[in-house]
């Protein structure tokens, strides 16, 4: 099946740790994005790829660090620098091909600090 | 950066009843989208709307474009007890922020069978 898988499900963290978060999809697209979802509030941008080896800081970039080595791939590394990483985070993409700004999302990571 | 205020927060219903719901933004969107989120789990699109004006529907589901390209309305009719979960507008202005989509805050729907 086609889709976005991300890794682990549940996450901790703990104080001073780097801690990184898999992302893999098999859609063949080219654009990859995080978003970080906060109790009652929307999804958040916080970095986004437009094409292999090439990314940008959304609006929360602050603490996070990404890398794009390949096609199907964008982990997110969650730095000691975030001081409050509890969140749910979001990973999707996007067919830069077609002509729509369609997001496909994968199913979460939940990360907590202990 | 751009603010998108989606209401009501939630909405508690019987299910049978029909649920409205909107978006309304500070600038102009040149797409809309309309995603469910289950507990745990990732958003999944609903519709997705290009122009000004158009009405959409996917089953009991209708969303709308609103013509001043700052808002978006999405009904639900007839609704049941599967329909419970949490709703987002998203929109994107196009043009530099192609791809990038802003999010509203969600609706929660409870539906009481």
């Known amino acids: 099946d086609g889709g976005i898988t991300q890794s682990p499900k549940y996450l901790f963290r703990k104080e001073g740790q780097n801690v990184t978060l898999s992302c893999e999809q098999n859609l063949n697209h080219d654009a990859m994005y995080w978003y970080r979802q906060d109790p009652g509030q929307g999804l958040r941008l916080i970095y986004y790829s437009q094409i292999v080896n090439d990314f940008q800081k959304g609006d929360i970039a602050e603490g996070y660090s990404v890398s794009r080595e390949k096609k199907e791939s964008f982990p997110l590394t969650v730095t000691s620098a975030q001081k409050n990483p509890t969140a749910f985070y979001l990973c999707a993409s996007r067919d830069r091909g077609v002509s729509n700004e369609k997001l496909f999302f994968g199913s979460g990571t939940q990360l907590s600090v202990l | 950066g751009q603010q998108l205020n989606q209401s009501p927060q939630s909405m508690f219903i019987q299910e049978g009843e029909d649920v409205s719901m909107n978006c309304t933004s500070s600038?102009?969107?040149?797409?809309w989208l309309w995603y469910k989120q289950e507990p745990g789990e990732g958003p999944v699109l609903l519709i997705a709307l290009y122009k000004a004006g158009e009405l959409t529907s996917n089953g009991r589901l209708t969303a709308q474009f609103g013509i001043t390209r700052k808002d978006s309305f999405l009904n639900i009719s007839a609704s049941i007890p599967s329909d419970v979960g949490i709703y987002f507008c998203a929109g994107s202005a196009g043009g530099t922020s192609y791809g990038k989509l802003t999010f509203g805050q969600g609706t929660i729907l409870t539906v009481h069978p």
């Open positions: 600038s102009i969107f040149n797409t």
